[in-house]
């Protein structure tokens, strides 16, 4: 019998083992977990695959929809039932059952099977919350505001502040409006199922209940064409109601919808009188439904915010708090009734991941300068605000003025980021302690100067307010992290964490150039920099978000500014450059690869062709030359317009490459007149650029510039037969430079793509390992702690710009080898080659890709190499090895010769490519 039991005992985890092992997570619906006003009315699903044997590929699903979790837990798919669909898809499906209601909940679930077919289990239940369809959704909700818009007092477009000011302007002040606050109380009886309130707040908002702030959102909602457009953000509430009286707030600030002319502006704008919508849906127990709506009867005031500017900072004066104005009980008999008001716009769901509070940024050290002010260093640029705690005596206005960079006499310097820029806080007659952060603007800095306070325990004769705490909340783009990456060389390091902290700081709801100058949406890092941005952060719905902003920019001619939105027309040449407006072309077709989105080229299309038929009335017999060309290279001059390589070559390559990107996208939207037209086009495009250009007698491209060599190259505006030479000037001018770079915001990206693809990427490793020279080892050398504008860490501009992060890429698809082949779609047929380039010894890369983790790292040491690699579930891969011979190769000890699970061949460099499916592999190689 003991040896019966022990047999059994024995078999089950062999029984365990030999059965198919696989179940779901990471369910989204529309790229978020459980999201709430979603307004696509055929929402897409998506969801990942764990399986714990190899190779593993899904060969049907099935996706029931409901109104109820009761009816979820019977399998019944009230809304849709998909049922069995024989297909190896799990991202992205659409929806296709029953119309959805606006502002309502449903359930989902999902389970597949394998390619035995055998089934999972059904995953966890998940829910997503439609938007407001229609005007008629809002219930008859009203715009609110506590003043009318001033007469005259509208100024769209805005005005840039290097224009003639005082000629247009005069000495009228714009954007000066009271800051309102709002309240409304409302009773509830019975008990509640279900809460969702929609709030849109012009410019910003932040929205309370019963006391609480809703959310953790940091600038609400995100900013847009406000004449056109404007952004509601969804709120569950159903946990903060409670039996009897609640009560709603609302706090408006400006943002961009008001920039006053005065303190700090880049350009001044005023939309209006801060306004808000509201309306809150509540579902009760028994099934009936209940709204409550903004109008004239609810109650307005002035809040305790008595400036707000986007560019110069925000004023708090507690000597006008209503303490209770948020909770029940609080006698508002005194307030005016809300104004309700006209706004005409078109209000969409905030789909876009938001802002929040990221990272608390401590203080590292603090000192007074000979000025007398104490100066706080938090010892990192970074994007944000302070939360300060304050004791005071008496009512006094305390100034808080951030920097990223001190003057000689270590005075807080602004000169090259806006100033005056500052928060203020008026405190409280009498022995007061009060916590504060502003609430509607934020500026890139490090040090935060005091004025008119002192911190606490420092000598204090004036009996100024003391600050008892400062802290640092580095605020961005919520948006996941999805991928991380570390080498054995320090400095590469170093580097990938400088570029890092200028992409948090300029991830907001656009990607802005610099987090306190300017704010604006500045269009060629969007696709310049996507492909590094996307392997360290999941942008697909924040680039959702910019391709709608771009649309309502679009002019009736067809042209894209080069900021979006475009609160301001600019001149020479920033109002319309062909390297920036062809973000509108490039970065669509990049989110569709990355993560197989077709949205935004769908909806796009029609007004993509508009741009390149525009771009075609400027160009000149196919050359176009006009813009701000591959901006800040390294010339003779001081950084800004191109300087070594001319205007038509990155504009016409840029041309030529929209061309041929909107030849693919016409073919993947089955619209084959408009492949062959664009197909057509590229080649007019390509022999004008040819003609211009290229000198193949003389063996020079342009001015033989890095930027133009690179950019011919990757654009294949190269013939074969003229490749070998262009390629070779390109390494030779580098190699003759001493490896030191020289290429710009547009061309350094396409200096990269087109070595590493090249398999150059020991050119790569020794450009950007030097620090005597402007580059990134410059930065780091002069105390840079985010990238900046210029190679040359100038102080004269930005210190905290990212457009040219562009080596991030490389660290991913180069040293940690993660890629995608180029039919590929959302990394489901994936490359792992690393390149093991100078003196590196290890290198480690991941990648949270739609289909799950893929990771590679590598090591060299004791005469071996090793690469251990991850790939998800449902995907497949080829993994190149530094190997001419399959015998050296081992996975997890065993060899890879005649195993029937891997597929080996030759690559024309003389190295191992293996094919395999989903799983971990340990590959070592044996150098005898």
Not at 252 to 266: D, I
Not at 442 to 449: A, E, K, P, S, T
Not at 509 to 530: A, F
Request: with cysteine; net charge neutral; proline share 4%.
């Amino acid at each position: 019998m003991k040896k019966i039991l022990l047999l059994l005992l024995i078999s089950v985890p062999m029984i365990a083992f030999g059965h198919p092992q696989f179940s779901l997570y990471d369910l989204t619906c529309e790229g978020a977990e459980s999201p709430l006003g979603v307004e696509n009315r055929q929402p897409c699903f998506s969801w990942k695959i764990y399986a714990a044997q190899r190779n593993f590929l899904q060969s049907a699903y099935q996706i029931i929809v409901s109104g109820s979790e009761e009816d979820l837990a019977k399998d019944a798919g009230t809304l849709w039932d998909s049922k069995k669909v024989e297909s190896d898809k799990s991202i992205l499906v659409p929806f296709a059952g029953k119309a959805l209601s606006p502002a309502s909940v449903y359930y989902w679930k999902v389970r597949i099977w394998d390619k035995e077919g055998n089934a999972s289990a059904w995953s966890g239940v998940q829910k997503f919350t439609t938007g407001l369809f229609a005007e008629q959704d809002w219930q008859k909700a009203r715009w609110i505001a506590f003043e009318q818009d001033k007469k005259d007092g509208r100024l769209v477009p805005g005005i840039h502040v290097y224009d003639d000011l005082k000629k247009k302007l005069g000495d009228k002040k714009y954007g000066l409006y009271t800051l309102p606050q709002f309240r409304k109380a409302f009773t509830l009886k019975k008990a509640v199922k279900r809460a969702d309130a929609f709030v849109a707040g012009l410019g910003q908002f932040d929205f309370y209940l019963n006391g609480k702030k809703v959310g953790n959102h940091f600038l609400d909602a995100g900013w847009t064409k406000y004449d056109k457009q404007a952004l509601y953000v969804a709120f569950d509430v159903t946990g903060m109601l409670s039996n009897g009286q609640n009560v709603m707030g609302v706090m408006l600030g400006n943002g961009f919808y008001n920039v006053p002319n005065e303190r700090y502006f880049k350009l001044t704008t005023s939309y209006g009188a801060p306004k808000m919508r509201l309306l809150l849906k509540i579902e009760y127990e028994d099934g009936s439904v209940e709204y409550v709506t903004s109008n004239h009867h609810w109650k307005a005031s002035p809040s305790a915010i008595t400036y707000s500017s986007i560019y110069g900072g925000e004023d708090y004066d507690a000597t006008k708090e209503q303490n209770g104005w948020k909770s029940s009980g609080f006698d508002d008999s005194r307030w005016a009734n809300a104004l309700e008001v006209s706004n005409p716009i078109t209000l969409n769901s905030q789909q876009a991941t938001p802002l929040t509070v990221r990272t608390e940024m401590p203080v590292v050290t603090k000192f007074k300068n000979k000025k007398g002010y104490w100066v706080y260093d938090l010892g990192q640029n970074f994007s944000g605000i302070i939360r300060v705690k304050i004791h005071s005596n008496d009512s006094r206005q305390v100034l808080f003025r951030p920097a990223e960079l001190l003057n000689p006499d270590s005075t807080v310097n602004q000169s090259a980021t806006g100033q005056p820029f500052y928060f203020s806080y008026r405190t409280k007659a009498g022995d007061t302690e009060a916590e504060w952060q502003p609430q509607f603007c934020y500026y890139g800095f490090r040090y935060v100067q005091l004025e008119n306070c002192v911190p606490a325990g420092e000598g204090n004769a004036d009996n100024e307010p003391e600050i008892t705490s400062l802290t640092g909340l580095h605020t961005c783009n919520s948006a996941p992290e999805a991928g991380s990456f570390v080498c054995s060389k320090q400095m590469f390091n170093q580097i990938h964490n400088l570029i890092d902290w200028a992409i948090r700081s300029n991830m907001a709801s656009v990607l802005t150039d610099c987090p306190h100058r300017e704010k604006l949406g500045w269009q060629e890092e969007n696709y310049l920099m996507q492909n590094s941005l996307s392997y360290r952060y999941n942008l697909s719905r924040l680039y959702n978000k910019i391709f709608r902003d771009l649309q309502i920019s679009q002019r009736e001619d067809g042209c894209i500014p080069s900021i979006d939105p475009e609160y301001v027309r600019f001149t020479s040449g920033f109002e319309d450059s062909p390297e920036w407006g062809s973000s509108f072309i490039i970065a669509p077709w990049n989110q569709y690869k990355w993560y197989g989105i077709t949205s935004g080229l769908e909806s796009c299309y029609p007004d993509m062709q508009k741009y390149i038929t525009y771009l075609g009335t400027k160009a000149d017999h196919h050359i176009i030359s006009y813009g701000l060309g591959d901006w800040f290279d390294i010339g003779p001059e001081t950084p800004g317009y191109s300087q070594l390589t001319s205007y038509g070559v990155t504009a016409t390559a840029t041309y030529y490459y929209d061309v041929t990107i909107m030849q693919q996208i016409a073919t993947l939207l089955k619209k084959s007149d408009d492949a062959a037209y664009y197909q057509q086009l590229g080649k007019d495009i390509k022999k004008a650029f040819q003609d211009k250009y290229i000198n193949a007698t003389a063996k020079k491209v342009d001015r033989d510039s890095q930027t133009a060599n690179a950019m011919a190259l990757y654009m294949g505006l190269v013939e074969p037969e003229d490749t070998a030479w262009v390629m070779r000037n390109l390494i030779e001018g580098i190699r003759s430079k001493d490896n030191a770079l020289t290429a710009g915001d547009v061309g350094f990206t396409y200096l990269l793509k087109t070595l590493a693809d090249r398999g150059y990427s020991d050119i790569i490793y020794d450009m950007n390992s030097k620090y005597d020279v402007p580059g990134y080892g410059w930065q780091l050398a002069h105390g840079a702690t985010a990238l900046t504008e210029s190679w040359q860490a100038y102080g004269f501009v930005s210190n905290n710009h990212f457009m040219l992060g562009h080596l991030m890429e490389w660290f991913y698809n180069g040293l940690g080898g993660i890629k995608q082949s180029s039919a590929s779609v959302a990394y489901h047929d994936i490359v792992i080659e690393p390149q093991t380039a100078g003196n590196l010894t290890s290198a480690t890369a991941s990648y949270e890709s739609p289909y799950g983790t893929i990771r590679s790292s590598w090591k060299r040491s004791d005469g071996a190499y090793r690469l251990n690699v991850t790939i998800p579930a449902n995907a497949v891969a080829t993994v190149i090895l530094p190997s001419s011979d399959v015998h050296q190769v081992t996975d997890y000890g065993n060899p890879l010769s005649g195993n029937p699970d891997f597929q080996c061949s030759m690559t024309e460099h003389h190295q191992l490519s293996v094919k395999l499916g989903s799983g971990d592999y340990q590959f070592e190689i044996r150098y005898k």
